[in-house]
Each structure stands twice: as C-alpha cells, then as structure tokens.
C-alpha cells in the first residue's frame, strides 16, 4: 500500500486549498478512505471520510460546511477540497485507509494558514 499526498501549501485566512492523494498497492475503490491531521503539538484528528464508491462521506464539525471529500476511483485518488481557511486548520494532513486491519498513511503535506 503506498499513499502519496500532494503538495500543501501557505494560504491566507478564508482561502482554498485542494489536496489530493495518489493511492497504490491494492484495490482503491473497494476501500473508504479518510483524510486525518495533526497540528503542531497536538494529536491526530479525523478530518473526513469518504467510502468506497463515493456515495457517503461524513465530516469533522470543525470542517463542516468548508471542507469536501471526493474521490476518482478510475484515478485511485482521494480529494480534500478545503474553503475558507483558518488559523486553526494549519496542520499536517495525511490520507488514510484501512487495510486488511490495518491503518495506512501517507507521508503527510503541511497546510499553513496564514497572512
């Protein structure tokens, strides 16, 4: 299983950023997959999740309303389209799945939030 993030970046306050996730090493589209992140000096925090076909997602409250999961399963790609950016939202974000009972993580990329 290999998971690879794409390029985060710095963004002002109430900008927008997409991630995305490059997904190898078994059968993407039967899996959900789910975007996590840790900020500085905190723990890792569920962000969003998406199941395999795309059909349902489900979303942190403090990303709610701002932030969207997709995915491409002809791509084996998962998407973290996030809107109106706050300080708050500066972490490190990694992609996730769930594999033969075991957790999968990207290398993680870092959103800063800042003007």
């Known amino acids: 299983v290999h998971l690879v993030e794409s390029r985060g970046g710095l963004v002002q306050p109430g900008g927008s950023l997409r991630l995305s996730c490059a997904a190898s090493?078994?059968?993407?589209?039967?899996?959900?997959m789910s975007w996590v992140r840790q900020a500085p000096g905190k723990g890792l925090e569920w962000v969003s999740a998406?199941?395999?076909?795309?059909?349902?997602?489900s979303y942190a409250d403090s990303v709610k309303g701002r932030f969207t999961i997709s995915r491409d399963n002809a791509k084996n790609t998962v998407y973290l389209q996030m809107n109106s950016l706050k300080p708050e939202d500066a972490a490190v974000y990694y992609c996730?799945?769930?594999?033969?009972?075991?957790?999968?993580w990207g290398q993680g990329t870092q959103v800063t939030v800042s003007s």
């Open positions: 998406i199941d395999s076909g795309g059909g349902s997602t």
């Open positions: 090493g078994f059968t993407f589209s039967s899996y959900a």
């Open positions: 996730n799945v769930y594999y033969w009972n075991k957790d999968y």
